[in-house]
Each structure stands twice: as C-alpha cells, then as structure tokens.
C-alpha cells in the first residue's frame, strides 16, 4: 500500500484541494482541527476519569467504561501528529493496480461514457444490501428478556403508530380503505391513530399500508422492513456512485448499512423505511436524470417520489425541495433563453422532457390520495391525519403555540391523557428541537465526532464552487427546516429527521473522498488510515462490545429501550392467550394506567365481528357494564385495570377479582 491507494474515493479533476496557492494552508488547518477538537473533547475525558473509583490509577480509569462518543476519537487524535509525519510503512500492488482504479470516479465516468455494465459496481451494491438486512436480522436476534429467552424479533410491535399501520395493511388485504365503526359503542374501540368516525381507519398515509400489507399476508411483516433497508441501501450506493464513483458509493452504502440507527428503525413497523425506498430510489434516478437529461430516468424519479410522498408527505417534500429548486431554476433559464430566442430544440427537449417525467407520476399519486381521503373522511381535501388531530389530539396540531390553539378547539372526543402530553411550542422549543435532532441524526447513522469533522469539512472544501453535492447538503437543511413547527423532537429525538441519515452517510463519503485526495498529494498516506481507524472505531462501539472498555453498544442501548414497551404488550397478550379463567368469545375492558400514556393496549383487527377477543376502554360513564352486556349478550366481560395490574370478571352485578 502507498499514498496513492488512498486516492480511491478521489473527486473529478476539477476538485483539487491541494492547490499550490492553498496547500501552505493545509498544515494549519489540520493543527486547527487538532486544537478544536482536544478543546472539545478534554473537559468530557476528565469529567469522566475523575467519576470513576478514584482510589484507581488514573490511566485504570482512564480506559474503564469508555464514553463511546469521545473517547476513541479522543485516543486517535493523540496519534495525529505521529500519522502527519511518518511514512506508511508497506505498500499493497492489488490495491493499486486493481482495486484502486475500479473505486476512482474515473471508472465510473469511462463505463457510463462506453455505457457498459460495471460489474465490479453491481456486486458490491449487491453485497451492501445483503449486509443490511443481515445487520437487521442480527438487530431483531438481540435477547432482551434472558430469563425467557426472548430475541427483540418474538416481542409484538409497541409503538401506537406500529399498531395503526398494521390496522392499515390489514384493511387494504381485505380489499378496503376502511371499516365500519361499531354501530352502538363505537367509542369502545378508539385506537390511538386510527379514526372512528363511522368508518374505522388509519389516520396515516396509504403508502406504509401498501408496502406493509404483501408481507403481512406472507406472514412476517418485518422481512418488508429489511428489504427496505437492503434496497436504501442500493440506491444510496447508486446515488454515491453517480456522484463520485464506486468508492463514494461502497463508502456511504457501508454506513448504511452497519448505521444502528438504520438497524433499529429496520424493526420497528413506521413509515420511514418505506419512504426511504422511494426517496432512494429518487435521488438515484433524479442525480441520473441530470446527466441524461432522460424522460426514463425522470419517470422512475417520480415514481420514488411519489411513493415517498404516500408515506410521509412532509418528509418527501423536504428531502426533494432543494431538487425542484434547481429544476426551476433550468425551466426559468430556459425561458430566459427563449426570450432571447437563442434556445435550440435540444435545450427544450432538456428541460420539459424531465418535468413531464416526474410531473406525471406525482400527479397519479396526488389523484390517488384524493381519491383515498375521500373514501374515509368524505372529502378528497380532507386527510384522515388532519381531521383525527382535529378530533381527538388537537394540542398536537402542526405550527408554533400549539397548546394554545389546540385548546381553543377542545372537543367531546379529545383523548385527553395522549393530548395532554403535547409541550407548546415555542421559538426556544424549537431551538432546542432542532439541535436534539441534528445531534440526535448524527449519533444514530455513525457518531457525533466523525460525522460533525465530515460536515465540516464539507463545507470548508466545497463552499467555494458549485456540485450537485450541494443539493444533497441542502437536501438535510431543508429536512429539518419543514419540521422544525413540530412540537415533538422524535423518537430517539430524531425520527422526523431520520431520512437524513443516508444523506450524512453521502457526506461523510464526499469528505473522505477530499480528505483522501489531499492527503495523498501532499503525502500524508498515514492520516488516511488514521481516517479509517476512526471509521472502524466508529462501527465498533455503534454494534459491538469490549469489556471492559465499553460494555453495552449504542444498538444494544437502543434495542434495550424499545424492548421495555414491547415485553409489556407480550406480556398483556400472553395474559389474554393463556390466562385459564379467560372464557371465549371476550369483551375485556381496559382501564389504563393515567401515569403511562404511551401503553395503549386497546388493539383490534379491523373486522371487529370476526374476534374471539375484543378490547376495549373502560368508559363506565357512557357505557356502564349492564349495558355493555346487553349489546354483546354473547361474550364474557372482564376488566384489566393496567396500573393495578388486575384482572376482574362482571358477574352481573360487580366486578369480581379473578
């Protein structure tokens, strides 16, 4: 291996940082970096050693219970002005000759130019994807109840959200968009996120429901969300390719697909995945479509648009903003051009040829949706998502002063508890939002340390020209502007940003491929490997442990989290499946627990006539039991009363502990 085998990921030509006018800075800005960096870094390392057992030696504590988001970093940077001055020390033939050249953008550019099939390029997206869904595989294999020997995969679904998709895919398997709401105590059934106004469906967006729904039916819901995940995976290296060659792509798609963030989401039943397989397989089509200039290239980018836009409407729209930007801007130079008359038919054929190819599939789908809210809600202008929040969670509306407005609108149906938990949001909410979002963004996809050097220098390196990189940039800033009149910062305090992810993994790809180039012509090749090791550090402590310097992982602590909800509903189910004193058909009435306002154990498939076992809140002010007995004269009525964890049986007259 020489300074050369680290050029792999180098940028076009015309990117070249280490200029003769600007090299002479380089040696400061890299002591800059240092400098920043160990002001940043040294208060956590010596709050953290001077925590520990200080009856240790101080180097004992020094590497006991490492804090996983500074101290590795903070060790490799002890080792930066050791890597600035020495050689590398081996040379490797293959990396140079064969391996090298098939990861420069060059070869990206010489196979598109001759359009021959890049072998080399569709076998490590391949294999990326395969990575992604065995890393999601081994996520849901996490034992999280030893005792029962319970994996993250046995455990039902906890989130309310995860329970209104499934009522969703449910639904369209049985060829419909909604069902019925029960005729004479439909109050009974209100499920968080699922409206009940005569008709009982999901306040969300079709697109989830229709990804979710074919694998439902096969029977393992969650393999949809690792393919997902393979298949962002692929596009995103088809994305990094397109932009800087099969290194970019391996890069970013390698992050990707070992992010713990994008592990633990692959297991959770949410939109986001869904909307990542259209978004992916925009950007790719779209970066494509701006070489092309192809009708093909812009319908596929439309269709992954639109599909993006069925699942989460307003992350679709953030992530392909900056995108219709620079769209615009070709339309508005193109008629700048004709009105100077000094456009040629080709110019024409460049610019309409594009917007009618993405303008056609997100008009289908615009027309679809109405279609959708009108058979639920009456009105194809109405979306169930708005009129549930305008129902039953009003405090939760989007914008600033939340709290104030929704309480202006209070109504009979409020879900009170679950509406009391919005906070009103205020500008100094929102700072604070973002800033949990971004950092949030960063920790979860591969580390605050190296993802924040990476944006950094990004901006250092590229802030003097325009590149299409820039779109993928704004892409991120765009994302967390559309969200910031959001009240709530998110699961993990990032899921409504989550689709930036991919986006970071690209630019730390970016700022890889320049770190690279720069290093090899000023011959630095040992800083290329301390990037490496920084890398490797990063995946590490996001996916493993190392008693006993770390002894849980950032997947692990994540898995941890969402496995606590999830073993309550297990074990409410195994309650309902095996309690003996459980007679069938069942109505059981549940009392919640005031205090937990995200456990909702009222979850009933969409076809309420067809269940053994019915749940249903405990409303005895409008539906004392007597008279629940009298609309289901069939069924055996009981109670659960969550925060008392009791379980009770109407005998006809009181509720009898059982």
């Given at each position: 291996?020489?300074?050369?085998?680290?050029?792999?990921?180098?940028?076009?030509?015309?990117?070249?940082?280490?200029?003769?006018?600007?090299?002479?800075?380089?040696?400061?800005?890299?002591?800059?970096?240092?400098?920043?960096?160990?002001?940043?870094?040294?208060?956590?390392?010596?709050?953290?050693?001077?925590?520990?057992?200080?009856?240790?030696?101080?180097?004992?504590?020094?590497?006991?219970?490492?804090?996983?988001?500074?101290?590795?970093?903070?060790?490799?940077?002890?080792?930066?002005?050791?890597?600035?001055?020495?050689?590398?020390?081996?040379?490797?033939?293959?990396?140079?000759?064969?391996?090298?050249?098939?990861?420069?953008?060059?070869?990206?550019?010489?196979?598109?130019?001759?359009?021959?099939?890049?072998?080399?390029?569709?076998?490590?997206?391949?294999?990326?994807?395969?990575?992604?869904?065995?890393?999601?595989?081994?996520?849901?294999?996490?034992?999280?109840?030893?005792?029962?020997?319970?994996?993250?995969?046995?455990?039902?679904?906890?989130?309310?959200?995860?329970?209104?998709?499934?009522?969703?895919?449910?639904?369209?398997?049985?060829?419909?968009?909604?069902?019925?709401?029960?005729?004479?105590?439909?109050?009974?059934?209100?499920?968080?996120?699922?409206?009940?106004?005569?008709?009982?469906?999901?306040?969300?967006?079709?697109?989830?429901?229709?990804?979710?729904?074919?694998?439902?039916?096969?029977?393992?819901?969650?393999?949809?969300?690792?393919?997902?995940?393979?298949?962002?995976?692929?596009?995103?290296?088809?994305?990094?390719?397109?932009?800087?060659?099969?290194?970019?792509?391996?890069?970013?798609?390698?992050?990707?697909?070992?992010?713990?963030?994008?592990?633990?989401?692959?297991?959770?039943?949410?939109?986001?995945?869904?909307?990542?397989?259209?978004?992916?397989?925009?950007?790719?089509?779209?970066?494509?479509?701006?070489?092309?200039?192809?009708?093909?290239?812009?319908?596929?980018?439309?269709?992954?648009?639109?599909?993006?836009?069925?699942?989460?409407?307003?992350?679709?729209?953030?992530?392909?903003?900056?995108?219709?930007?620079?769209?615009?801007?070709?339309?508005?130079?193109?008629?700048?051009?004709?009105?100077?008359?000094?456009?040629?038919?080709?110019t024409a054929r460049q610019v309409w040829l594009p917007v009618a190819g993405l303008a056609i599939p997100l008009a289908a789908g615009l027309f679809g949706l109405f279609l959708y809210n009108q058979s639920i809600t009456g009105s194809g202008w109405k979306m169930p998502y708005q009129l549930y929040t305008d129902l039953y969670t009003p405090r939760h509306v989007y914008g600033f002063n939340n709290v104030i407005r929704g309480e202006q609108k209070l109504g009979p149906k409020v879900l009170e508890n679950y509406d009391k938990w919005a906070e009103n949001l205020t500008p100094a909410l929102a700072v604070q939002n973002v800033q949990n979002r971004f950092l949030a963004s960063l920790q979860w996809t591969l580390g605050i340390i190296p993802l924040g050097l990476a944006g950094l220098i990004f901006l250092l390196t590229e802030w003097k020209r325009w590149s299409r990189w820039w779109l993928v940039f704004a892409s991120i800033i765009s994302l967390h502007v559309v969200h910031i009149p959001y009240w709530y910062d998110g699961i993990m305090h990032w899921h409504y940003v989550f689709e930036t992810g991919p986006l970071w993994a690209l630019i730390f790809a970016r700022a890889t491929q320049t770190l690279f180039r720069l290093w090899q012509q000023i011959d630095r090749p040992l800083m290329s490997v301390l990037w490496l090791t920084m890398i490797l550090a990063a995946l590490l402590t996001n996916l493993t442990i190392l008693p006993p310097l770390w002894g849980v992982s950032k997947l692990e602590t994540v898995v941890n989290n969402v496995a606590f909800s999830r073993i309550k509903h297990y074990q409410f189910q195994q309650m309902l499946e095996h309690h003996p004193q459980i007679n069938h058909p069942a109505l059981l009435l549940i009392a919640h627990d005031p205090h937990d306002r995200h456990i909702d154990y009222v979850i009933n498939p969409p076809d309420l006539d067809q269940q053994e076992m019915l749940t249903g809140r405990y409303l005895p002010d409008l539906y004392p039991p007597a008279r629940l007995q009298q609309i289901f004269p069939k069924r055996t009525l009981y109670l659960f009363d969550a925060e008392q964890n009791r379980l009770s049986r109407w005998n006809g007259t009181f509720w009898v502990p059982i």
């Open positions: 291996m020489n300074s050369k085998n680290f050029s792999s990921l180098e940028p076009a030509p015309a990117s070249d940082p280490a200029s003769p006018s600007s090299s002479r800075w380089i040696p400061w800005i890299h002591l800059l970096f240092v400098v920043g960096l160990l002001w940043f870094l040294i208060p956590y390392e010596w709050s953290r050693v001077n925590s520990e057992n200080l009856q240790l030696p101080w180097l004992s504590r020094f590497f006991l219970h490492v804090n996983v988001d500074t101290t590795p970093y903070f060790i490799l940077l002890l080792f930066s002005p050791l890597c600035w001055w020495l050689p590398l020390p081996y040379h490797s033939r293959f990396f140079a000759q064969v391996l090298h050249p098939r990861l420069s953008q060059q070869w990206v550019r010489q196979k598109q130019t001759a359009g021959q099939w890049d072998i080399f390029a569709i076998s490590i997206s391949l294999l990326l994807a395969l990575s992604s869904f065995g890393i999601s595989f081994w996520t849901a294999s996490h034992i999280v109840d030893s005792e029962r020997q319970l994996t993250l995969g046995d455990l039902p679904p906890a989130y309310h959200d995860e329970h209104s998709y499934l009522f969703q895919a449910e639904t369209f398997l049985d060829g419909r968009t909604s069902f019925p709401s029960h005729p004479d105590a439909p109050e009974l059934f209100n499920q968080v996120h699922v409206l009940n106004e005569g008709k009982m469906a999901s306040r969300y967006f079709p697109g989830t429901g229709l990804w979710l729904a074919p694998f439902l039916a096969w029977g393992h819901p969650y393999w949809g969300y690792w393919l997902a995940g393979a298949i962002t995976t692929f596009f995103f290296f088809w994305s990094g390719r397109e932009l800087g060659g099969n290194g970019v792509g391996l890069l970013a798609g390698l992050i990707i697909a070992l992010s713990p963030g994008m592990a633990i989401f692959s297991n959770l039943l949410l939109a986001h995945h869904p909307t990542l397989v259209g978004l992916s397989l925009f950007l790719w089509a779209f970066l494509r479509m701006q070489r092309t200039h192809s009708f093909r290239d812009a319908f596929v980018a439309g269709i992954g648009l639109t599909f993006a836009m069925l699942c989460r409407p307003m992350t679709a729209a953030g992530f392909a903003l900056p995108f219709g930007i620079w769209l615009a801007v070709q339309i508005v130079r193109w008629l700048s051009l004709r009105l100077k008359k000094s456009e040629s038919a080709t």
